[in-house]
């Protein structure tokens, strides 16, 4: 399983932003797709994830919740990231992941636990 991201760019305090993330096999057989971001000078940490089914989701990150939707579109094979109300501490790189075998989002969001990811996108946002 092959996954790739993108959608990231500069955008102003309070703007929004759509990132997607692609997978090169069938979305249906994806399993769930959790996004994580990394700002400079710090860890990766789990943003938000979504179940194979699409039907649950989790959001990781303290305050993104009520900005954050994630979501699949199966016939497109595409995982999004809706972000809206963006704050310059959303600057970061944002990568999408999958461990392969899990068909719903975990507890809590370990970047070691997932062996699958996209190459990253870019979200600046300026004050």
């Known amino acids: 399983v092959q996954l790739q991201a993108f959608g990231g760019g500069l955008v102003q305090l309070g703007g929004s932003l759509r990132l997607s993330c692609t997978s090169s096999?069938?979305?249906?057989?994806?399993?769930?797709v959790t996004w994580f971001r990394q700002a400079p000078g710090k860890e990766r940490e789990g943003v938000s994830c979504?179940?194979?089914?699409?039907?649950?989701?989790?959001y990781y990150v303290d305050g993104v919740k009520n900005r954050f939707t994630v979501s699949r579109d199966f016939a497109k094979n595409t995982v999004y990231l809706q972000m809206n109300s963006l704050k310059p501490e959303d600057t970061a790189v944002y990568y999408c992941?999958?461990?392969?075998?899990?068909?719903?989002?975990?507890?809590?969001?370990?970047?070691?636990?997932?062996?699958?990811w996209g190459q990253g996108t870019l979200v600046t946002v300026s004050s």
């Open positions: 992941a999958t461990d392969g075998r899990s068909n719903f989002c975990p507890g809590s969001a370990l970047a070691t636990n997932y062996n699958v």
């Open positions: 096999t069938n979305t249906s057989t994806t399993y769930a």
């Open positions: 979504i179940s194979r089914n699409g039907i649950s989701s989790t």
